[in-house]
């Protein structure tokens, strides 16, 4: 069975860091762009920042460039999350997704699969 399954959520205070991690099991998505996304009570899923199959392009939201770094490592089958200087604004439940794709895209409409989420919540 395909599963991605994220980890690392918490709670931090504003100005905290947080890394969230993704496993992947059931194939290799090392071909796959992944990404990560967010949800946060009584709004739409919005994306947060995407990485494509080689490492070598990048998508960060507005709202999180300078603050958050997307990584996979060197087989591509893990995703990670670094988080810094985490705002209120930021508690969500933050999902991992993939789409088989030489590309990156931004759109959560796009991706295939996706895990059950992790919670973030940033307060004081």
């Known amino acids: 069975q395909v599963q991605l399954v994220e980890s690392g959520g918490g709670l931090v205070q504003p100005g905290g860091s947080l890394t969230l991690s993704c496993a992947t099991s059931?194939?290799?998505?090392?071909?796959?762009?992944l990404g990560w996304f967010r949800q946060a009570p009584e709004k739409e899923r919005e994306t947060v920042a995407v990485?494509?199959?080689?490492?070598?392009?990048?998508y960060y939201a507005d709202s999180v460039t300078g603050r958050f770094t997307i990584s996979r490592d060197k087989d591509g089958n893990t995703l990670s999350l670094q988080m810094n200087n985490l705002k209120p604004e930021d508690t969500a439940v933050y999902y991992c997704?993939?789409?088989?794709?030489?590309?990156?895209?931004?759109?959560?409409?796009?991706?295939?699969?996706w895990g059950q989420g992790t919670q973030v919540t940033v307060s004081s």
């Open positions: 997704a993939a789409i088989y794709s030489d590309y990156v895209t931004a759109h959560p409409d796009d991706y295939d699969y």
């Open positions: 059931g194939r290799s998505f090392a071909s796959y762009t």
């Open positions: 990485i494509d199959w080689t490492a070598g392009k990048t």
